[in-house]
């Protein structure tokens, strides 16, 4: 490999009957220095031995299934689309699901024209050999950093009278994906839907997308001039100007190259989510799905810099464009209203909605900025990457953002929301804000959460609590 190779870990490999199975991490790849990279391939090794059973690869090889939707022979040094979420099991149909990556080149696909599977799809293998059942792409030729961030969801919902066995995958776009577990076809259709191609000399561009036509998204995906900030007039007049110096449209509209004058194409949700790695909650006795989102804006500026990248374009500034001048926030306060991080309850029995609420609060810098001038922005939801823990009557989840909470001290609040309806039906202290997904327990009949905490000022902690 060359030396700007890199490998690594992010999740827990999974252990399943007797195998393990290993994924594959990457640097952030928007500003990679080559488009050459080494492959994220996932393994399943022997639990007592160790020795390899199998080997599933991500870009496939000449002559494997899907190595025709890798142009220019780019399957041999296109690198990343690894597994960098964790995989989830299904032990009854022995088969383990994949949630893809990108390849290498976040946000430029000209070296590697074509749909380029297996990234951006849920793929679903036997747990023993590792062959292949099943795929779905979820992104074709990605250039967007629409990687599959978390583990897709197993559930059981029963849709028109019919008991399905489901797999619902959250993104980074903020749709979920309903699969039938076992053979990959969706439950509601999804249709593939003309999109744009944009003006990066030497990109290729997908022609469709699939977008869900149930659940509807459960976060902003269409950004106009409705969602610019507007507690007063200069925080308006503000984000109309980084407005005007950026191109705008819908989620899957391109990257654009990045001028003094045009910034780029602005993002929303922007590349680390709408979903991030904590991933979705489910309940298996009604067929309920929870999911926490964040509503973050950024900018696509694509410009060729043969001194970072071997690449014809890279994610970056026009020369002469400070960082300050190519926020996309306004002296630190976000650019769009809020609910700047939300938690949403779906039926997946009918794929509707039942519930979204505001989840977090904005840290004392935000809500006492002197931009304001004085109004109260009220509870805005805070971004963060937030699991959810799901019990028999509440979702429970702690805020991403420490403030002065209501007890008057500085931290966190871990909240206790009501599943059929959002309402909050309680809320505890934390000295500092959650970090991954609550877990429980019980011990002599008395049921404990406990929740990691880290950041404000404060080091990483686990926090206990006993239910009454």
């Known amino acids: 490999l060359e030396a700007t190779s890199e490998i690594g870990l992010h999740a827990a490999p999974v252990v399943a009957g007797n195998t393990i199975l290993i994924g594959a991490a990457h640097l952030p790849g928007g500003a990679p220095p080559s488009r050459t990279n080494v492959k994220g391939f996932i393994r399943g090794f022997d639990v007592r031995t160790g020795d390899r059973k199998w080997i599933f690869h991500?870009?496939?090889?000449?002559?494997?299934?899907?190595?025709?939707?890798?142009?220019?022979?780019?399957?041999?040094?296109?690198?990343?689309?690894?597994?960098?979420?964790q995989m989830t099991i299904d032990?009854?149909?022995?088969?383990?699901?994949?949630?893809?990556?990108?390849?290498?080149?976040?946000?430029?696909?000209?070296?590697?024209?074509?749909?380029?599977?297996f990234s951006g799809s849920i793929v679903a293998v036997d747990l023993d050999t590792g062959e292949r059942k099943w795929h779905y792409q979820t992104v074709h030729h990605d250039i967007w950093d629409w990687d599959l961030p978390a583990a897709p969801v197993l559930l059981d919902i029963t849709v028109d009278g019919r008991p399905i066995k489901a797999l619902i995958q959250p993104t980074k776009q903020t749709y979920m994906f309903v699969l039938d577990r076992q053979t990959g076809e969706p439950i509601w259709p999804i249709p593939e839907v003309p999109v744009k191609a944009g003006d990066v000399p030497g990109e290729w561009y997908a022609p469709t997308q699939p977008i869900p036509s149930k659940p509807p998204p459960v976060d902003e995906v269409d950004l106009s001039e409705d969602h610019l900030v507007d507690y007063t007039p200069e925080l308006r007049a503000r984000a109309q100007a980084i407005y005007d110096r950026h191109t705008i449209g819908w989620l899957y509209d391109p990257p654009t190259v990045a001028t003094p004058e045009m910034l780029g194409t602005?993002?929303?949700?922007?590349?680390?989510?709408?979903?991030?790695?904590?991933?979705?909650?489910?309940?298996?006795?009604?067929?309920?799905?929870?999911?926490?989102?964040?509503?973050?804006?950024?900018?696509?500026?694509?410009?060729?810099?043969?001194?970072?990248?071997?690449?014809?374009?890279i994610r970056g500034r026009p020369e002469g464009i400070g960082f300050r001048d190519a926020s996309t926030s306004i002296d630190g306060f976000p650019m769009i209203k809020p609910p700047w991080g939300r938690i949403t309850g779906i039926n997946m029995n009918t794929g509707d909605i039942a519930w979204q609420i505001p989840h977090g609060e904005a840290p004392d810098n935000i809500r006492n900025h002197p931009l304001l001038d004085g109004a109260d922005i009220g509870r805005t939801g805070w971004p963060g990457r937030v699991g959810l823990l799901i019990t028999k009557n509440v979702v429970v989840a702690g805020e991403s953002g420490s403030y002065t909470t209501e007890t008057g001290e500085t931290g966190a609040m871990l909240r206790a929301y009501d599943k059929a309806t959002g309402d909050e039906v309680g809320a505890v202290y934390m000295t500092a804000p959650q970090t991954g997904s609550p877990m429980t327990y019980e011990v002599d009949g008395e049921q404990y959460i406990v929740v990691a905490t880290s950041g404000g000022g404060q080091s990483g902690t686990l926090l206990a609590y006993k239910l009454p």
């Open 58 to 85: 991500t870009i496939p090889n000449g002559d494997e299934f899907g190595n025709d939707t890798w142009g220019d022979d780019s399957w041999r040094y296109t690198g990343n689309t690894g597994v960098w979420a």
């Open 91 to 117: 032990p009854e149909l022995n088969m383990a699901y994949f949630p893809v990556e990108a390849p290498t080149g976040d946000y430029y696909g000209g070296h590697r024209p074509g749909d380029n599977l």
């Open 266 to 313: 602005l993002q929303l949700p922007n590349s680390t989510g709408g979903v991030n790695w904590p991933g979705a909650s489910a309940d298996p006795e009604t067929g309920f799905f929870y999911v926490y989102t964040k509503t973050q804006i950024g900018a696509l500026g694509m410009i060729n810099d043969p001194d970072r990248s071997d690449m014809d374009f």
